[in-house]
Nanobody
Framework: QVQLVESGGGLVQAGGSLRLSCAASGGGIFTINVMGWYRQAPGKQRELVATLTRGGSANYADSVKGRFTISRDNAQNTVWLQMNSLKPEDTAVYYC???????????????WGQGTLGTVSS
């Protein structure tokens, strides 16, 4: 069973920073092609924040470009999201997501973390 464990959420004032981390664990992980972060604000749908392929290609939502940076360690199956210049509208539950290839039998799984709350006060 593959799991994603997130940490790093919290309360910060506008203009501040938060760093989220997410580590994949569980038996049978062969590779993780894409890791990323999504968020869901109160009363809104879940939306993409940033994704990063194993090869290093990153994709960001327009609303976070220039403020957020996604990075990963392929060997440790870990992804981070550095969030700077935070705004109150960044307040949301942030979810880690990974496209995992497992072995025995070989198959692809989409896995979600439990979510971590990031709150930005004005």
């Amino acid at each position: 069973q593959v799991q994603l464990v997130e940490s790093g959420g919290g309360l910060v004032q506008a203009g501040g920073s938060l760093r989220l981390s997410c580590a994949a664990s569980g038996g049978g992980i062969f590779t993780i092609n894409v890791m990323g972060w999504y968020r869901q604000a109160p009363g809104k749908q879940r939306e993409l924040v940033a994704t990063l392929t194993r090869g290093g290609s990153a994709n960001y939502a327009d609303s976070v470009k220039g403020r957020f940076t996604i990075s990963r360690d392929n060997a440790q199956n870990t992804v981070w999201l550095q969030m700077n210049s935070l705004k109150p509208e960044d307040t949301a539950v942030y979810y880690c997501n990974a496209m995992v290839v497992v072995a025995t039998p070989v198959r692809a799984l989409e896995v979600w973390g439990q979510g971590t709350l990031g709150t930005v006060s004005s």
